[in-house]
Structure formats: C-alpha cells, structure tokens
C-alpha cells in the first residue's frame, strides 16, 4: 500500500530507476567493503614476517587476529551501530563508519613501524598494558605481549567497529537502490567483491612486504589504510548520490527497516529456528574467518613454502568464492534448496579441514592443497548465498533489522574467540618450536572441522525443522511462471 502510495505521488522517474545511477552507487558501496575485506587480512599472509621480525608468537598472533570484534562483543558497538544507522540513516553512518575504519587503520599500522618501536608510548604500552596470562584472561592483552601487538590489537578493534558498521550500512544502502530490482544480484556482487579483496591480499600482501627483499610488515599495512582513505571518499562521494535519491523521494522517502529496538530481542530469543540459524552461522563462519588467518602459515608449514608461495595457493579461496557466490545466489532465487546448500556448504568444509589436518602434512602434496581450497571456496559460496537471504523466511519482517544485527553479534563472538582459541592450541600443541615454519596445524584443523560437524548438525535439524513447520527454505525466492499460473488458476477456481 505505501508503495502503491509512494508511485502514485511521485510518477516521476527516481535516480534510482536509472541504472547507471543505482549501480555507480553499487560500485561505490562495494568498493568500500572491498578495501575494509583487503585491511581485514592484510597481516594474515605474514605471520611468519611478524614473529621474525616483530616477535609476535601464536599467542600474541591469535589474540590480536580476535581483537577486530572485542568491542562489537563485549561493548555491544554491533547494536549500537544498528541504532545509529537506523537514527541518522546511511548517509551519515557511512561516513562514519568509513572514518572509524581509517582511524582504527592508521593506529594499527603505526604499531608496526620503527617510529613506535622508538616512543614512549612503547614503553608505556609495555609497562602499563599488561594483565595476567591465565587460561581465564580473554582480552586482547597479556603481559609480555609484545607491545606493537598491543597498539595493534587496539587499532584493529577500533577498525573492526567500522568494518562491521559498514557491513549493515552497506546493506541498508543496497535496499535503498535496489529494492524491487535486481536486490540479491546486487548484494551477491557486493559480497563476491569483497570476497575479491581478500584474494589480492594473499597474492599482494606477501609480495609488498618483501619487495626488494627488504622485509616491512608496515608497508602492506601502510597501502591498505589509504585505501580505506579511498573508501572514505567512495563513501562521501555515495552521499550526495543518496542525498539527491532522498530529496527526489521527499521526506518520508527513504527506505526504512523497522527501526532496532531492545523489546524485539525476547521475540527473536524466543523463537527456536532463529536460535539454529544464530548458531548454525557462529559455527560456520568460526571456522572460515578465524581460519583465513591462519591459513597461509599452515600451507607454509605443511607444503615447506614461501609466505608469497602459500599466499598464491590460498588466493582460490577467496577467487572461487568471489566467482561462484553471485552464481548460487541467483540459483537460489530460481530454484531454491536453501537448507540443502547449508548441509552440502558444512560437509565440503568438514573434508577440507580434516585434509589439511591429515592428508596434507602426510603428503605435502601442492594438488591436494589445491584441491581442498577449491572444495572450501565452494563451501564458503554455498553457506553465505543460502545463509543470508534465508533469515527473511523465518523472522518476521518486522524483525528483520534487529534479527541481522542479532545474528551478526553472535557470530562476532566466534569470531573473537577462535581466532585466540587456535593460537592458544597452535602453541600448546608445539611446545618450544621457533620457527614459524615448524608449527604442525593437525590440532587446530580438528578443531575447525569440529565447528563444521557442529554447523552440519545443525543444517540437518534446520532441514527436517523446514519440512514440517513449511519455512519455505528449500522454494525458491522468484516464484516459476507455472507455480504463478497455478496460484492464478487456483485463485480464479
Ligand atoms: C555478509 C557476511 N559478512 C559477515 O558475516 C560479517 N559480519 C563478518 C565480516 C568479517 C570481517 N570483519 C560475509 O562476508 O559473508
């Protein structure tokens, strides 16, 4: 009806009915979410240049490979942000978010340089940023944690806040361009770019830090914070697009989520299929985020590899994923099996990791290596494509909003935990080795294929919840002519 209303007060055509207008707003949108995927792992393919040279071991690795979402968990900065986009709009929260990421990306590249080996504030961050290492210690800090870990840690969870910000914000936006167009392909391009940045990060990376066989683990870094400086700009620049589009649709024009709000959390709490979704995510993505940060010193460990080496092979995991997601999603819209591709997503990562835990360092063999990142690029295409547009199935649209920010919290605590989790298990289980090419990953991988058994069980009773409450999860998105015929006829009999 609003919309009806909508159309026939405003018969004039929006800027966002001209396509070169709503996908340049596309690109700009997605671009920044592609540098934000770039600076995420831009460290990920040099941790072995980080304890050579910064003396960063597993521990202090893996506690600050965690720290990007400290404050969304515990600071609760996920919801705030809900808020904030939803009180001052996409606009402003872009911009925002944009510059919190900049922030957050200048201090943590100014951790890795010489100049802050050199300050004071070194010396303060190793006398005064300390709290016990104990088993039950879960912040970003430790004492005898190597001070630009510490600074860095602080850094990337300032960006982190922006990372995540942008994520919804990004959404929004692409509701707001696409809505009743090409709304999924535009979102399965967004994630597919982003997929894309992390890609040039395990060729990039590696190959930039040790250009002219002068190893600077700041200068990676250093690129990536400007081009989260670009990303600011893309953002400003989409802002007088999205002013312009606002002003065309009038005040009351702007495409609005129902508006985040603390009493929804008991309806979406209370309802059990949201539970399996939540977990079913924290599950997956725990062993696919947390994992990419380790991957490349994995491959390094188990085929006897360069990082620039190990960063060529990881690239086709993001390459595949980048290539096939926008691919599944329009399958899904066409055809559906939503909860078929969640199982078949869980059980492709359960082979992957438990190859990389015992077929790969029994063969340290290039094509299986190969092989199972393929399989998990497929794995990693499959669980988003069907995962996200899933959730409108099975919350209340009015929830919709509040369910995603929900959704995203939990899964930020996997996200924290596992990657300290494994840097924790990858220590114990190597006791007194050196050398970052020493590490065996045979533990840690368990542990990441235990997260898929646990996402696969959970599938398995999402499909089973589907066929007897009729979620719709396996119906396609975009219903067939013959399945509209048939409702026409049936409506008309
Ligand atoms: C769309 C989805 N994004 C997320 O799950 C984010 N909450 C996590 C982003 C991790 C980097 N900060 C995805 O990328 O599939």
Redesign the pocket.
């Known amino acids: 009806m609003a919309n009806l209303q909508k159309s026939i007060s405003s018969p004039q055509e929006l800027l966002r009915d001209k396509a070169w207008a709503r996908w340049t707003a596309l690109v700009l949108l997605a671009s920044a979410m592609f540098f934000?995927?770039i600076f995420?792992d831009v460290l990920s393919p040099l941790q072995e240049y980080l304890q050579s040279t910064k003396g960063w071991d597993p521990s202090a690795y893996g506690r600050f490979a965690g720290s990007?979402?400290f404050l969304n968990v515990f600071v609760f900065f996920l919801i705030f942000a809900g808020i904030i986009l939803d009180k001052m709009g996409v606009r402003f929260t872009a911009i925002l978010a944009g510059a919190v990421m900049v922030a957050g990306g200048f201090i943590n590249y100014y951790a890795l340089t010489d100049s802050f080996m050199e300050s004071g504030l070194k010396n303060f961050m190793d006398d005064f940023v300390n709290l016990p290492d104990t088993w039950w210690n879960i912040t970003p800090f430790y004492d005898g944690m190597p001070a630009s870990a510490k600074l860095s840690a602080i850094g990337f969870m300032i960006f982190?806040c922006g990372?995540?910000m942008s994520?919804i914000t990004v959404?929004r936006g692409i509701v707001k361009w696409f809505e009743g167009k090409e709304m999924a392909l535009a979102m399965g391009i967004e994630?597919a770019v982003?997929?894309l940045g992390v890609a040039v990060v395990f060729l990039g990376s590696p190959a930039i830090a040790t250009f002219r066989d002068n190893i600077s683990v700041s200068r990676p870094i250093a690129l990536s914070v400007l081009l989260l400086l670009i990303g600011l700009i893309g953002f400003i620049v989409y802002s007088f697009m999205d002013k312009k589009l606002e002003n065309e649709m009038g005040s009351n024009g702007e495409v609005k989520d129902d508006p985040f709000k603390i009493s929804d959390l008991k309806y979406i709490f209370s309802s059990k299929v949201f539970w399996i979704v939540a977990l079913l995510?924290v599950l997956y993505?725990s062993a696919i985020?947390p994992f990419q940060k380790y991957a490349n010193n994995m491959l390094q460990c188990n085929l006897g590899i360069s990082a620039e080496a190990a960063g060529r092979v990881f690239f086709v995991f993001p390459l595949g994923a980048a290539a096939i997601t926008p691919l599944l999603g329009n399958f899904l819209d066409r055809k559906g099996k939503g909860a078929t591709m969640l199982i078949w997503g869980a059980i492709l990562m359960i082979i992957c990791h438990l190859t990389f835990a015992f077929v790969l360092p029994a063969t340290r063999s290039a094509v299986i290596a190969y092989s199972a990142i393929v399989l998990l690029g497929i794995s990693f295409s499959l669980v988003?494509a069907s995962l996200?547009p899933s959730v409108p199935k099975l919350v209340d649209n009015r929830l919709l909003g509040s369910a995603y920010a929900v959704i995203?919290w939990i899964?930020?605590i996997g996200?924290y935990a596992f990657p300290m989790i494994i840097g924790a298990v990858l220590a114990a289980t190597n006791p007194g080795v050196e050398n970052a090419m020493d590490y065996n990953y045979t533990v840690p991988m368990l542990v990441f294929a235990s997260l898929g058994g646990l996402a696969l069980i959970l599938g398995i009773i999402l499909k089973a919840l589907d066929a007897k409450k009729h979620y719709g999860l396996e119906l396609p998105n975009i219903p067939s002519e013959k399945s509209l015929e048939a409702e026409v006829e049936s409506a008309e009999g």
């Open positions: 934000a995927y995420v990007e979402t982190g990372c995540e994520g959404s994630m982003a997929r995510c993505y985020f988003p996200w995203f899964q930020n996200l």
